[in-house]
């Protein structure tokens, strides 16, 4: 074998292991979390949300709706999820819905149902910002 040939098989070697090491390192530091919505138990719960209006509900439960549009629309935020609900025809008070799930407003109490998964009723209007 040449000398050339030999210091080039040596550099092909070392680029070889280097790299190897280099793609490893960052193996290690890798986090496969698929679910978008986090754990529930680590769960990032907000202190509030600006113009929005608390509601709190049995069992612990909670979420927060700031009215947009003068009141055409709704936009829904709770621990897991945000959505923006459409302002549709309600028996009392102010209903929103996007088709699944119904918000029911009437004076400071609320009602939530999102499909047969989340029903929330009984919920109070909380701190300054309740009407």
């Known amino acids: ?41 680590t769960a990032v719960v907000p202190k509030g949300y600006e113009n929005a209006v608390e509601y709190r509900c049995e069992g612990g439960k909670f979420f927060h709706v700031r009215l947009l549009d003068s009141g055409k629309s709704a936009w829904l935020m709770w621990p897991e999820r945000q959505v923006r609900l459409d302002k549709s025809a309600g028996e009392a008070g102010a209903q929103y819905s996007n088709g699944i799930a119904v918000l029911k407003i009437d004076g400071n109490k609320a009602s939530l149902s999102d499909g047969p998964a989340v029903a929330l009723k009984e919920c109070l209007a909380q701190g300054a910002a309740a009407r």
């Open 1 to 41: 074998m040449s000398p050339s040939h030999q210091i080039f098989s040596t550099a092909k070697t070392c680029f070889a292991a280097f790299a190897a090491a280099l793609v490893l390192t960052g193996c290690g530091s890798m986090s496969f979390n698929l679910w978008p919505f986090g754990e529930s138990s």
